[in-house]
């Protein structure tokens, strides 16, 4: 059984920090691409920022120059440091990863069980 389990949410001031963590845990073979998405209330999921197994990195346009990912492979983990936040950065911020386990024929998508963000004075 694989499971993705998101840690550090939380309530923060404007202009603040969080961090951010999902661990991988289960029958793992290999972690392809991970990823952070978050949902606000009455909107879309929406992908915050993505890394790759060899590193390469992707953001959205509105967390660019704030927020930065990162993994360790070894340990199975992401990260999101999230800097400057803004009210709008508030959501529910979901780890996404493509995951290949023992016994699989393919990669899977997964997803944590989420972490509320909240910005707010």
């Known amino acids: 059984q694989v499971q993705l389990v998101e840690s550090g949410g939380g309530l923060v001031q404007p202009g603040g920090s969080l961090r951010l963590s999902c661990a991988a845990s289960?029958?793992?073979?290999?972690?392809?691409?991970m990823n952070w998405y978050r949902q606000a209330p009455g909107k879309q999921r929406e992908l915050v920022a993505g890394?790759?197994?060899?590193?390469?990195?992707n953001y959205a346009d509105s967390v660019k120059r704030r927020f930065t990912i990162s993994r360790d492979n070894a340990k199975k983990t992401a990260s999101l440091q999230m800097n400057s936040l803004k009210p709008e950065d508030t959501a529910v911020y979901y780890c996404?990863?493509?995951?290949?386990?023992?016994?699989?024929?393919?990669?899977?998508?997964?997803w944590g069980q989420g972490t509320q963000v909240t910005v707010s004075s």
């Open positions: 996404n990863a493509a995951i290949w386990s023992y016994g699989g024929s393919r990669y899977l998508d997964y």
């Open positions: 289960g029958s793992i073979l290999r972690i392809n691409a």
């Open positions: 890394v790759t197994i060899g590193g390469m990195t």
